[in-house]
């Protein structure tokens, strides 16, 4: 028998898949809403199977908006947005210690505010990979023992 972890996979993988996904499945919801579009629904849960062949890895969702309406408004709607996303996963059984969910509102344009269609782009989920920092106790103990040898 192969070994079911040689099977996962890995981190970078992993955010491939899922970003394919979400680019060609973009994740919408109902207009001025944080409800979930009935398609994005179909999408999340295909992420979720994505996310269930995936080694242990750590996913930021992050939410993002136009630039209509106030700053502070659009901060907020990105980030109710993401824990919508968050939860539509957890929902479908995806191990929450791997997601976060982050709400950048207006901050991050990838395309220009001044056209209906750039607007459309700037609203999105975007999904990134966390890595994950060595602590300083662990670094410290590493250096100490090799020191040591």
């Known amino acids: 028998e192969l070994d079911p972890l040689a099977r996962l996979l890995d981190e970078n993988e992993c955010l491939q898949e899922v970003t394919n996904l979400v680019k060609s499945n973009k994740i919408t919801f109902e207009p001025s809403s944080t409800t979930l579009d009935t398609n994005s629904k179909k999408t999340i ?14 996913i930021e969702i992050a939410g993002h908006t136009d630039s209509q309406g106030r700053e ?24 929450m210690k791997t ?9 991050t344009p990838i395309e220009d505010n001044k056209t209906e269609e ?8 975007e999904f990134h990979l966390i890595k994950t920092v060595t602590p300083a106790k662990d670094l410290s103990t590493k250096v100490e023992e090799a020191s040591n040898e």
């Open 118 to 125: 750039g607007r459309e782009a700037n609203r999105r989920i």
């Open 72 to 95: 502070e408004m659009n901060l907020n709607l990105s980030q109710s947005r993401a824990d919508s996303v968050l939860n539509a996963l957890r929902s479908e059984k995806v191990k």
């Open 45 to 58: 849960a295909a992420i979720a199977e994505v996310l269930s062949r995936c080694a242990e890895v750590q």
């Open 99 to 107: 997601l976060i969910s982050i709400g950048y509102g207006e901050t």
